[in-house]
C-alpha cells in the first residue's frame, strides 16, 4: 500500500497510471484485470485503456459498448448521480443473475467478467476517468473490505495519475488544491463562486491562480487552461 501512497518515479509510465502501482492494486484488490480507462460518454470516445490482465471490452467492440451503455445503471452511475466519490461493484444495481441478462454481459461476460468494481477519479470537464477490478464468474464477490481500500487509495491513485500526466506534459508540479481550483475553473465557475465551493476567500481565489499563472508561465485563466487541458486532450 505504501508503494501506491507514495506514487514513486519508477520510470515505468503507461497512459493513465505507472504499471506498477497497477501491479500494486492488484496484489491488493485481486483480481483477473485491473485497469484506469478515460472516456468521454457524451461524444461516445475511449481515450485509453490501460490495464493488466485480459484487455476490457471497449477497445475491441466499442461501437456495441457505447450501444448498451445508455441502459446499465452500472456504467452510467457517476454521470447520472454526480457522486464521484463512491465505489460501486456490480450488485449495487441487482443480483448476478439480473447482471448476467443485461446487454452489456453480452460484452463483458464472454471475457470472463463477471464481477466489477469501479472508482471514479477527477479529470477534465465532460470525462470519465475510471479505476476497474474484474473478477471471472468463478470468483468471490468483491468484500466491503475491497470497497474500503478503494476508498482509501483513491486520493492516492488520483496523485500517481497527475504525476503520470505531468511527467508526459512537461508540466510543473502544482499542489492538490491548485489542481482542484482549475478543475473549478475550467467547470466555469468564477472566482467568487470557487471561493464559495471551496469556504476560502476571494483574495485567497485569486492568489492560488496567480501562483498557477507563475508556475505555468501565463498570464490567465484561459491561457493556463488552454495550456493543461488542451494539452492533455492532445496527449490522450
Known amino acids: 500500500m505504501l ?3 507514495n506514487a514513486p ?22 483480481g483477473d484485470t485491473v485497469e484506469i480507462v478515460e472516456q468521454d460518454p457524451e461524444r461516445r470516445l475511449v481515450y485509453f485503456e490501460q490495464g493488466i490482465g485480459q484487455p476490457d471490452a471497449p477497445g475491441d467492440d466499442e461501437e456495441a459498448y457505447w450501444a448498451y451503455y445508455p441502459d446499465s445503471r452500472c456504467c452510467t452511475y457517476f454521470e447520472r448521480t454526480g457522486d464521484l466519490r463512491s465505489v460501486i461493484q456490480t450488485t449495487d444495481f441487482g443480483t448476478l443473475r ?6 452489456m454481459y453480452t460484452i463483458f461476460g464472454p471475457l470472463g467478467q463477471d464481477h466489477s468494481m469501479q472508482v471514479s477519479l477527477p479529470t ?12 471471472g464468474r468463478a470468483d468471490p464477490e468483491f468484500s466491503e473490505r475491497d470497497r474500503a481500500l478503494l476508498t482509501l487509495l483513491r ?22 488544491r491548485q489542481w482542484e481550483l482549475l ?11 470557487i471561493a464559495r465551493r471551496l ?13 498557477i499563472f507563475a508556475k505555468l508561465g501565463v498570464r490567465s485563466r484561459t491561457a493556463a487552461l488552454s495550456k493543461l487541458l488542451v494539452s492533455r486532450a492532445k496527449a490522450s
Open 155 to 176: 486520493p492516492h491513485l488520483h496523485a500517481a495519475h497527475l504525476q503520470v500526466l505531468r511527467r508526459r506534459l512537461r508540466i510543473p508540479k502544482l499542489t492538490n
Open 98 to 103: 439480473e447482471w448476467r441478462q443485461t446487454a
Open 9 to 30: 518515479d519508477l520510470g515505468d509510465d503507461g497512459e493513465g497510471l505507472p504499471w506498477s502501482t497497477l501491479h500494486e492494486l492488484k496484489a491488493l484488490v485481486p
Open 124 to 135: 477534465s470537464h465532460g470525462r470519465q476517468l475510471r479505476l476497474v477490478v474484474h473478477r
Open 199 to 211: 469556504h476560502v476567500a476571494e483574495n485567497t481565489v485569486r492568489k492560488h491562480l496567480e501562483n
Open 3 to 5: 508503494r501506491i501512497v
Open 183 to 193: 478543475r473549478l475553473v475550467d467547470a466555469g465557475l468564477s472566482n467568487t463562486q
